[in-house]
């Protein structure tokens, strides 16, 4: 009897931790489910009214309810799959094209002599706190402009787009907004941008056809902000190279990725702000 269930729950222990086992390296979807009638062998997850995930069943590596027709799923990491969202009126309509851009691209392989990621203090916290302090008092030179006193004519004033290496200090990975797709490089960069002071990118504009769905409006195609880079350079490059400044940077494969991928690169300390850095596609670099 004592053996039977010693037998027993050796066999309830190995049963949990091979369904434990079945959820490493898996990512959890949780909504409610049916089966795909447009892709056989898919499973839909609607996660809310905004999101609905399709998912290959042989990618979902477990599954369990969590309420009255809820369940939720664990798939396999770097798993393939749909994201299906709201449009409207005015996107691009190819419906294979733009889901290419609601899905993960594939990892940057990381090749040797790559950009590094950008590393040490990021975003805004240091440049902030400095906001919040009162400046050092002007010391006075002899050579120093005089103050502009009334009645003097203002100069005229002249809008200068804020340097790229500005656009680095703001890049955070993520939107200020909070929310986040499966790609998210441009909807992360364009963030960056508006916040290093490119208030055109909030504005309607002729190159950003697709924005995310919070208050922020962030531009969130690669393929928009290309359009976008190539309106402004001044100069451009395919060969990333040493000590030559600041770039946008689109990079490209589209057997790989139809979407493409956008980056900022500091060719002067080798790093990037980005989601990652495909060295293997092409690479269309622009500065201005």
């Known amino acids: 009897m004592a053996e039977n269930i010693m037998k027993g729950q050796q066999n309830d222990l190995s049963s949990l931790m091979e369904r434990a086992s079945r959820r490493d390296f898996t990512v959890p979807f949780e909504g409610y489910s049916r089966d795909d009638g447009n892709i056989p062998g898919n499973l839909l997850i609607v996660e809310s009214g905004d999101c609905v995930y399709s998912f290959a069943k042989s990618d979902i590596m477990d599954r369990e309810t969590i309420g009255e027709d809820r369940i939720r799923v664990h798939v396999r ?58 400046p050092p008092p002007a010391i006075e030179l002899p050579s120093a402009p005089r103050y502009a006193g009334a009645g003097m004519a203002p100069a005229q004033a002249q809008v200068l787009a804020p340097p790229l290496s500005t656009v680095g200090s703001f890049w955070t990975n993520r939107c200020v907004a909070g929310d986040a797709f499966v790609n998210n490089c441009a909807h992360f960069l364009s963030d960056a941008f508006i916040r290093a002071g490119y208030t055109e990118l909030s504005d309607p504009n002729t190159h950003i056809k697709a924005r995310c769905y919070t208050y922020a409006r962030r531009p969130i195609r690669a393929r928009n902000m290309w359009s976008w880079f190539k309106s402004k350079a001044v100069r451009t490059s395919h060969t990333p190279t040493r000590n030559t400044g600041w770039w946008a940077v689109f990079q490209l494969d589209e057997s790989a990725y139809w979407g493409g991928h956008v980056v900022l690169f500091d060719s002067d300390t080798w790093t990037h702000y980005g989601t990652g850095w495909h060295g293997t596609w092409h690479q269309y670099m622009y500065q201005w």
């Open 77 to 134: 990491e770097g798993a393939t799959a749909f994201r299906l969202g709201r449009m409207r009126a005015g996107e691009p309509q190819d419906a294979f094209l733009v889901a290419m851009e609601n899905i993960a691209p594939p990892p940057s392989p990381g090749l040797p002599g790559d950009p590094r990621p950008a590393s040490g203090p990021v975003g805004l916290a240091n440049a902030e706190a400095m906001e919040y302090m009162a």
